[in-house]
């Protein structure tokens, strides 16, 4: 597995050598003719019929899907493989020195940000011992491939946590198959992996619909909430995820330097699905203070990595960055006043009014027990309540095309109320230290007092609109019932406030500055934004 995983990174890496622009997936890399020019077309078939057809052996994929058990793969494919990549560094090292070419290795993929990935305690030797117990009676585990199981776990214990996870996971589909075939009965299709009918494979396990159109039972096993189908789509498949199975098994992670972090997360899942699918005399296992951790953060577990979730964590990140404006460096009132042909404060008193009252209209739509603020404009309590917002569960598995549709707007949105914060908090710290060091030419001090008196309802202005992204986001599921029309007017409508956002990040920009225009942009979409907002209340009146 390892082998294969690394021949196609290397292989794609050639494949780049010759001009292209982006290297394909093993199997075309395999019929590629530019690579028949450097290995010989002979090399090329032989690699295709070990591991790049699956009118061959197809060892790739019958690995790296876990159809085979320990046994069913001899020693001599291994050891064909090893002479056959050695024979590969010969040629290419021959066609190096003939064509004068210099081989470029891409970077790999490293995983940032594991905090996020944080789902299971740290595990320790008392804990896998237990584990070790329970993967010989769990009846999610085919007694063929046990080897693969205590293998990985033996691989973690001597910290070679790529090995680890390359062994668990396809035995987790394995498992998983087996469960998938017994809820759709199809037991036919449980080891079946020929190159005349598709593999039944996590992707098929985690769609909604089977391939003829029928209801995927494997989630009525797993129940609601489905930790499991959150998790692994967490894991293996959302693009802002890790995706821990595709790049390991297409090279793209350095395996010498795999994070315990994410194989700690893998086998804590493994543990506690053995502990969830297994036979009555296993409760005294179950029942373990050791396991009891575990058990309870699969629980509570909630899709990290699903675009609604990565929503809600925008829309904090972005609230944490509004909050700071309070604290930016400021001159005093009565010295910017001193600059002349200026106009007062009039316009932004007017908008931070409207802004107010918006956001006590926008409380009608509040969860019941979810806390409302007497004072709008506070930002410490508007805070507080898109905490609570986002805390709110909202189902994320098999989400329809109208509702991903609607949240990669939101999604927009919020990115470029952020942008907003941090040119805001960039450019007024940077004005500030030329006002004191008294290196702001006279056009600049102008500037400088239109920035500042735009930040007075900038900043609720977009605690407004944060407010609206989580509002909208925690009904976003409703918009299923709208007719065609209604849609594409709801879909015009977060669009319109998209371009206001955009505008923004323009207005705001240091090589713009253009704060003045702010403030009847600003107006234009509160307007816009009120229309709305009264039409809401008008129908939730009338259903009531």
């Known amino acids: 597995m390892k082998l294969t995983s690394c021949l196609e990174r290397a292989l794609g890496d050639v494949y780049l050598l010759k001009g292209n622009d982006c290297p ?15 290995f010989g077309q002979s090399v090329m078939n032989v690699l295709r019929v070990f591991i790049g057809s699956p009118h061959g052996l ?16 001899p020693a001599k494919y291994c050891a064909m493989l090893l002479f056959l990549t ?62 693969f199981w205590f293998a990985a776990l033996t691989a973690f214990r001597q910290s070679r946590y790529a090995d680890s996870v390359i062994l668990l996971l396809p035995q987790l589909e394995v498992g998983f198959r087996l469960l998938f075939t017994t809820a759709n009965k199809c037991p036919n299709r449980l080891l079946t992996a020929e190159s005349s009918t598709f593999y039944t494979t996590f992707d098929e396990m985690l769609a909604k619909h089977l391939d003829n159109e029928e209801i995927n039972q494997l989630p009525v096993v797993l129940e609601e909430p489905a930790m499991e189908s959150d998790f ?16 390991l ?6 395996l010498e330097t795999f994070p315990r972090e994410v194989a700690n997360q893998i086998i804590g899942f493994a543990i506690t699905i053995l502990c969830r699918f297994s036979d009555e005399d296993m409760y005294s296992f179950k029942e373990h203070m050791v396991l ?44 910017v006043e001193k600059i002349k042909g200026l106009e007062g404060n009039a316009e932004a008193n007017t908008l931070i009014l409207m802004i107010s009252e918006m956001i006590s209209q926008l409380q009608h739509y509040l969860p019941q027990n979810c806390c409302s603020s007497d004072d709008p404009i506070n930002s410490v309590l508007t805070e507080r309540l898109l905490v609570e917002l986002c805390d709110t569960r909202i189902c994320t598995l098999y989400s329809p095309r109208p509702v991903l549709e609607v949240v990669v707007v939101l999604r927009k949105i919020s990115a470029q109320c952020h942008q907003v ?3 805001v908090i960039a450019g007024a710290g940077l004005r500030y230290t030329q006002w ?25 202005v977009l605690r407004l609109v944060l407010l609206l992204i989580t509002l909208e986001l925690l009904s976003v599921h409703s918009v299923c019932k709208k007719n065609p029309f209604d849609y594409q007017e709801y879909l015009k409508f977060l669009k319109s406030v998209l371009q206001y956002t955009e505008n923004l990040v323009t207005y705001t920009s240091p090589d713009k500055n253009k704060w003045d225009e702010t403030v009847e942009l600003t107006k234009k979409t509160l307007i816009r934004i009120k229309k709305i907002s009264d039409r809401k209340l008008l129908l939730m009146n009338l259903a009531m």
């Open 24 to 38: 394909f997936l093993l199997r075309d890399l395999l019929a590629s003719e530019q690579l028949a020019d450097v």
């Open 58 to 73: 197809n060892l790739r994929n019958v690995l790296w899907h876990g159809f085979a058990s320990p046994q069913e793969i």
């Open 86 to 147: 050695a024979g590969l560094g010969q040629l290419l090292q021959t066609y190096l020195l003939q064509t004068k070419g210099v081989l470029v290795h891409r970077p790999y993929v490293i995983f940032i940000s594991l905090e996020e990935l944080d789902a299971f305690p740290d595990l320790n030797n008392e804990t896998l011992s237990i584990a070790e117990e329970i993967i010989k009676l769990s009846s999610f585990i085919l007694k063929t491939m046990l080897p």
């Open 232 to 247: 692994l789509w967490d894991f293996l498949n959302h693009q802002d995820g890790p995706r821990i199975r595709d790049r």
């Open 249 to 254: 098994s297409h090279g793209e992670i350095n």
């Open 292 to 335: 009891k951790p575990l058990m309870s953060c699969a629980s509570c577990y909630q899709s990290r990595f699903h675009p609604i979730s990565r929503l809600k964590k925008q829309v904090l990140e972005c609230m944490k960055s509004v909050h700071l404006w309070p604290e930016l460096p400021t001159v005093p009132e009565e010295q």
């Open 421 to 423: 914060s941090r040119q």
């Open 436 to 460: 004191v060091s008294k290196t702001l030419r006279s056009r600049q001090r102008h500037n400088y007092r239109r920035m500042l008196n735009s930040i007075k309802f900038l900043s609720p």
